[in-house]
């Protein structure tokens, strides 16, 4: 899960838009291929289209989270089906943004008028 957020100057956040990729479906939806812990992916999440006017002094922040309950069902971490589990599995995200791993976020900017 991925959330596009503008923060304000005073440190009020608000919602800009927000996309999502369950992490077994990485490589497509025709095929299931499960996590292994501590290796490396790579992931394209699409925030979709939007049109926002960053404000002067205003900041952009990303969420990656592994869900975003109750809006999409629960990531309970265990590979068993969607429903399927009363109980999760804490799970912990890290971004990598090094030379030989780089991560970034696509924006395009529209020139004044």
């Not at 404000?55 to 990531?75: C, M």
């Not at 399927?84 to 799970?91: F, Q, R, S, V």
């Amino acid at each position: 899960m991925a959330k596009l957020i503008d923060v304000f100057p005073d440190g009020r956040s608000m919602l800009v838009c927000e996309g999502c990729r369950r992490a077994r479906f990485r490589h497509g939806f025709d095929k299931e291929v499960f996590l292994k812990p501590g290796a490396v992916e790579e992931y394209e999440i699409n925030l979709a289209h939007t049109a926002w006017r960053v404000k002067a002094g205003h900041r952009l922040r990303i969420h990656v989270t592994s869900s975003n309950f109750p809006h999409l069902d629960r990531n309970m971490n265990t590979g068993n089906a969607i429903g399927d589990d009363a109980e999760g599995i804490i799970a912990e995200q890290t971004i990598f943004h090094d030379e030989q791993r780089p991560s970034r976020l696509e924006v395009y900017v529209l020139p004044p008028k």
